[in-house]
Nanobody
């Protein structure tokens, strides 16, 4: 089982990035995928979770209206579209797997760095 997060980079405030989480070793449609982030000196915080089995998508308040999550089960990939990025969004972004969104995550990707700066 592997999760590969990618798509991070340096972007100016107000810009956009799309992160990808490619899953291998399991069928994506049978699991929930969550996105998390960890800023320097801060704890990890949840962003969103999407689950095919129960059709649920959950969001943290800071992401509502700016971030979008989507999944392409044929490509075993979940995307996190991030718009109107702010310097406070600077963090390492991770994806992780869970049976459904409310359960513990058992596999984590390696993270991708997002830096929002002018």
């Amino acid at each position: 089982v592997q999760l590969q997060a990618s798509g991070g980079g340096l972007v100016q405030p107000g810009g956009s990035l799309r992160l990808s989480c490619v899953a291998s070793g399991f069928t994506l449609d049978n699991y929930a995928i969550g996105w998390f982030r960890q800023a320097p000196g801060k704890g990890r915080e949840g962003i969103s979770c999407t689950s095919s089995s129960d059709g649920r998508t959950t969001w943290s308040d800071f992401a509502k209206g700016r971030f979008l999550i989507s999944r392409d089960n044929a490509k075993n990939t979940v995307y996190l579209q991030m718009n109107n990025l702010k310097p406070d969004d600077t963090a390492v972004y991770y994806c992780a797997r869970a049976p459904i969104c409310a359960y513990d995550y058992d596999y984590w990707g390696q993270g991708t760095q997002v830096t929002v700066s002018s």
